[in-house]
């Protein structure tokens, strides 16, 4: 009777050693990719930022924009610390910036949940409020001001009401309410279709489940919609008050600055300091204000690393 053998195999104590992942091969990049953005590159670089090095060093000297001029080092960021008019300006131009970026938000983030909810003619009035981003802010500013300048004191007169009679326009601690209002009014569409966005983006399971919980609207809207739609307030705050920084035309169209300069932005202090024969100057404040934005969009970047909102 033959006897048949069986191998035992002792089992391995070790853990087997996992392969090597194979090396990632570079993807070579195309060469039509570099031959479509060379030409934007180009005109970038010949239109933005060789200027904008021409203007810094031109901060550094006493030039008047053509002439002889003179290197005179940091005399002139010196002297736009010390200079009240465009102290006022900054003042202005971040108290603007923040109580428009205030009621842009609100206004738009309360029509976005009116216009995403269960309503008729949804579609019709998103249209109908988008309408006001197409339109050019000089051409809103010249029909605002003439709304403001004489329909509205017009009608105060007929009413009766003495604080309707005459134009806000004309009254130095008023005149930035209207610069408010009708920058808001062109604002809030772009504003508006980035919460409709995050909104329609809210799975409706969840409220689903609140209303299961006994949650109220007002409870919804406070500790379900404002958190999950976090990321973008955190994107129009941040862009909106980047963009308010740099009001100019709509205030070239209100009040040009005035009464006097009580509503003169950073902007307008700049370009009419070009034409006044304060080039290295203003280039001096353009070159503070440059710093400035550039600081924004870093803390913009810091804010919304990791932030899955679009």
Avoid: C, H
């Amino acid at each position: 009777m033959a006897t048949t053998t069986v191998a035992v195999t002792e089992p391995q104590t070790g853990s087997p050693t996992p392969a090597e992942p194979a090396p990632q091969r570079r993807r070579k990049v195309d060469g039509i990719y570099y031959a479509f953005l060379l030409p934007a590159l180009i005109l970038f670089t010949l239109a933005i930022t060789i200027p904008a090095i021409i203007g810094i060093f031109f901060s550094f000297t006493n030039s008047i924009g053509f002439g002889d001029w003179e290197f005179i080092g940091f005399v002139n960021y010196l002297a736009v610390f010390t200079d009240p008019a465009i102290l006022q300006s900054y003042l202005f131009t971040f108290w603007f910036a923040f109580v428009t970026v205030i009621v842009v938000n609100v206004l738009a983030f309360l029509l976005a949940v009116g216009l995403v909810s269960r309503i008729r003619l949804k579609t019709g009035l998103r249209t109908i409020f988008v309408i006001p981003m197409v339109i050019s802010g000089i051409i809103i500013a010249y029909v605002f001001n003439f709304l403001f300048s004489n329909s509205v004191p017009a009608l105060g007169q007929a009413w009766g009401i003495g604080w309707m009679s005459e134009s806000i326009l004309a009254n130095p601690d008023l005149a930035w309410v209207a610069i408010v209002i009708v920058t808001a009014w062109q604002a809030i569409p772009g504003t508006l279709l980035i919460y409709i966005a995050g909104l329609l983006a809210i799975p409706g399971d969840v409220y689903e489940a609140a209303a299961i919980d006994g949650a109220g609207k007002a409870q919804q809207l406070w500790r379900i919609t404002l958190p999950l739609v976090a990321g973008y307030v955190v994107i129009n705050v941040i862009i909106g008050f980047k963009d308010f920084l740099n009001a100019y035309d709509i205030i070239v169209g209100l009040t040009n600055g005035g009464p006097g300069t009580a509503t003169r932005s950073i902007a307008m202090t700049i370009f009419t300091g070009f034409s006044g024969g304060d080039y290295a100057y203003q280039m001096a404040n353009a070159t503070l204000f440059f710093l400035i934005a550039i600081s924004l969009s870093l803390l913009q970047l810091r804010l919304t690393r990791g932030r899955n909102v679009f």
